[in-house]
């Protein structure tokens, strides 16, 4: 059903095989995704998420936060990504709210 597959490593673009029992395993496990990464440049990046460098998006690690006026009480609000008009935003105690709702 399966077949060793050959995929270029997003980090150093050198090819590595994804093997019919990675797939096997990959598809036991639920993951849709191929892996992006060579097993040399996971075990790096498993290694700086642990010691929490390198976010991979260019400023060592650190998350950009954007400020947003909470949809719930009206307070203030840090969140990790660009708020858009036309969903709410919520601070992280009435997030927690919502979430604990649905």
Do not use: W
């Not at 976010?55 to 909470?70: F, I, K, P, T």
Request: aromatic residues 8%; positive net charge.
């Amino acid at each position: 059903m399966y077949a060793d597959k050959t995929i270029r490593c997003r980090d150093c673009s050198m090819d590595f095989v994804f093997s019919a029992g990675e797939q096997e395993f990959y598809a036991s496990k639920g993951l849709v995704n191929e892996p992006q990464r060579c097993q040399s440049c996971r075990a790096i990046a498993k290694q700086n998420r642990a010691l929490g460098i390198g976010g991979g998006n260019g400023n060592g690690g650190q998350r950009e936060m954007h400020a947003a006026v909470c949809a719930e009480c009206g307070g203030q609000a840090l969140v990790p990504f660009l708020p858009r008009n036309d969903r709410p935003v919520y601070c992280s105690n009435c997030f927690d709210k919502v979430r604990a709702r649905a």
